[in-house]
C-alpha cells in the first residue's frame, strides 16, 4: 500500500499516518472520553470529510482499487484504518454500514482512557481496556452490547492483520436470556407524534411524519428509513404499498401495506408527506429520497438521521416517555401486530408478524410473544387505530364534531383492514353516548309517575278505612312485604 496518508471517516488526527510515531497515539494519550454518547455528539460536526460521507468516501476508493493488487494482509504499522475498512469489504466480505460501525468503535477505543494500540495489537493491552470498561463503565449488565461491538470491531483488525483469532480467547459477556420489552401504550404514542418539536412548520412535520411511519411501519431505525425513496413507495388511487430496502440483510427487500397511513388525509400518510410536505423544500440536490432536511438535501448517512432524531425529537418525547430510544418503535410495532392478530384470529399470528417486520428467524419474533400477552391484558383494543386516533384536539371549536370524527375514522380503519369487529366498535361507542332528552318523553314519565304515587297512597287508605285487607305486594328497602288490616310489617 502507499504510505501516502488518506482522508479519514472522522479527522484526519484520529487517524494513524507515518508522520506519526508508532508509540503515540493520534488522539492524545491525555484525551477521555466519557462514554460512547460523547463520541456520538462529536460525529455530526466531523461526520464527513471533504463534504463526502464515509459511505460515499468508500466507493470512490474502492473504484479506484484494483483487487487483484490490493495485499491480502496489512501491516499494523503502516495501515490506516482507511486500508482495513477497505479490507473488510473486499477481503472480509462485510456491508459498508458494518465497516463502518466498526471504525467508528475503534476510534473510541483508540482514544479511551485505557487506549487500545492499534499500531502494536497485543492481548494483554486489548484485555485491560475491555476489563476496565466492565467493571468501572458498565455496571448491573447495562452496556454490555457495546463490549461486543468493539470485540467485532477488534476481530476485524485481527483478520486485516492476519492474526489468528484463536490467540486471542476473549469472550464478551452474556447477554440476558430475556429482557420484559418497555413499550409506550397507544395513548402516549398519540401525544409523541402530536408533540411540538420545532417552531419551523416543515421540520416540526419532518419529525412527527418519521415517528409516525416509525411505529406504524415498525421498520429497522435509522437504516431502513434512511434508504426509503420516493420509488419505494406506490400509490395507486386509494390504495398502495410500500417496498422496504433492508440493509441489514444485503440490501434485501420486502412489500407491505400499511393501509392505516397510505393515502389517508386525516392522517399523516406518505400520500400527504409525498404531495403536501416534501415539495416544499425539494430542490436540485433532493435526489428521490424519501425524507429530506429543511434545507431540501437527504441525509448524509443513517448516522445523521440517528443523530437529528435523538438531538430534536428526544428531549421532547422523553417528557411523554422517559425510557424512549429510537429502536423502541420497531418493539411497539411487533407487540401491537400480535395484538392485532389475537383481536382478529383469537392466537398471536408469528408468522404473519414475522413476515411484517422481517425476520430472518421465527424465533426473534416469538421473543414478543410474552411481553405481547402481558401487554394484551392491560389494554385488549387494537393498538394501531388506538394511536392514530382523531381527538378533541384536532377541533376545539367543535369538539362535538371531533368526537364523531374519531369514531368515524376507527370504524374506517378497522373496516380496511378487515377485521370483523370495526361495526361493533362502532356501535359500542354509539351506545356510550348519552341518549337526547325528549320534551315528549320527559312529560310522559312524570304523569307515569305521578299516576303510580296516587294510585299506590289512595288505594292503601280505601282498603284501610273498608276494613278489607290489601292483596299486593309493597316493596320496602328491596325486600318484599305483604301488608294486611291491623297488621305491622312481618
Known sequence: MSSKKTHVFLNNNYDYNLANDFNELAGGKKREWKNIDQLEADIDECLTQDGIPMGEYLDVILKKINRTEFPIVLDPKNATFDDVAIHGILRQRLSKTTVTKNIRYARFMENHKVPVDFRNPNYENFIRHMDYREQYEFKDGNGYSALAHEWKAMQMFLNAYGIKKDD????????????????????????????????????????????????IVGWRVPSEPFIMTTDAVKIYGDQGYIIITEPKKHRSTRKITPVEIMTRKQVKSFKNWLDYWRPKVENQYSSNALYLRPDGRPFADKEQLRMYLNRKAGPVIKTVFPEYHNYISRDFCAIARLIRTKLNSNRFDVYEVKEWLGHTQIQTTMTYIKDAKEYYKMAPYDWINRTLKATCEDSLKNPTKAKKRACWQNFLLLKDTGLREGEQVYRRKKRQQKPKKHAIGFFRSILLNLFSFFYFYFNDIFNTILGSPSCFLVKDGGEKKVWEKNTKYI
Not at 447477554?175 to 418539536?197: C, E, G, H, S, W
Open 168 to 215: 486471542w480467547p476473549y469472550r464478551p459477556p452474556s447477554f440476558p436470556m430475556y429482557r420484559a420489552k418497555v413499550v409506550p401504550l397507544p395513548d402516549q404514542v398519540n401525544r409523541i407524534i402530536r408533540l411540538t418539536y420545532s417552531k419551523d412548520p416543515y421540520e416540526n412535520a419532518l419529525l412527527q411524519y418519521i415517528l409516525t411511519h416509525n411505529f
